[in-house]
């Protein structure tokens, strides 16, 4: 398949690639979070190419992007709490998942009864869903298993010749996907942490709680959100995940850099002490938005070094340091090493 490469995003452009989406094509788009990879979400067809070209086993449900949050009226049955959230949120990086209408395929869903749907911030991603006329599924943008991409760059690297067109948007501003929950009367639960964090939204919904499988490995068998069930966002070389206090987990990186032929992942406070060979940093200590922004595209600079495996540090589990927290868990298959110890 030859892919248009869309890299100048005027109205005329974009006009171009909703046709495509419209016919039953594929389209990579930017959003605020990381690039989709979008199809009309009620062509069967076109859904399962979506799967396809991404290598993305069938059980792992879809977002439906759209316009307008009133658009949820056509694909799902809404409430009131979701209207309170689309109106703190939406446009934005938050997920709602809904009860679905039969509109919506199975394929979109795998079979769930719910729908998760999004209204997207990006100015391109929103033309886009305009100018199509239809409801976008969207995953992200990348082969299945490796770091989504935030970058026109990394969705080439993917996904040149396995769709109809990418557009190019820049890099995207967020770095993580949205946050995904699930309304359940008065109540909420967190699927999957993003930007928008469990204190954002407890402001709204007081009674929110979060998913266990967002910090483990999940055990459900047909997840309703995307991102739970199994391991992604991983580079080639296998990660491990470092806990440990500041001087002990450095400790822990310069034994291993001079013994092992590894990367490392760290914060920027501790590049300083460390050898700058294989070495990344992700932002600071405390600086979650930056680990947040950055973390897709270290781990895919790790691709291109000469390395057997990458350590990197943990970060928090609070904030946004939550959605870092849980990419990265998932990247290194739930290994997390105390600095303290040597040996996986």
Known sequence: MQTLLITSPTEANIAKAADIISNGGLVVMPTETVY??????????????????KGRPMDNPLIVHLAT???????????????????????????VILPKKDIIPYEVTCGLDTVAIRVPSNEIAHKLIELSGCPIAAPSANLSGKPSPTSFKHVVEDMNGRVDAIIDGGKCDVGVESTVIILKGNSAEILRPGLITYEDLAKVIPDITINEAVKNQCTTANPASPGMKYRHYAPSSPVFLVDGGDEETIE??????????????????????LSANNLLTFGGHFDEQ?????????????????????????????????????????AAGFTIIKANKTQE
């Open 252 to 273: 822990f990186f310069k034994e291993k850099q001079q013994n092992e032929n590894c990367g490392i992942l760290c914060f920027d406070e501790d590049a300083k002490h």
């Open 36 to 53: 989709g990879l979008g199809a009309n979400a009620l062509d069967k067809n076109a859904v399962t190419n979506v799967y396809k070209a």
């Open 69 to 95: 949050p009133e658009d949820a009226e056509l694909y799902a049955y809404t409430s009131e709490n979701f209207y309170k959230l689309a109106k703190r949120f939406m446009p934005g990086p938050l997920t």
């Open 290 to 330: 930056k680990q947040a922004h950055e973390l897709f595209d270290m781990l895919r600079r790790f691709d291109s070094m000469p390395v057997d495996k990458i350590y990197a540090r943990l970060p928090s589990d609070k904030g946004v340091g939550l959605a870092v927290y849980n990419r990265l868990i998932r």
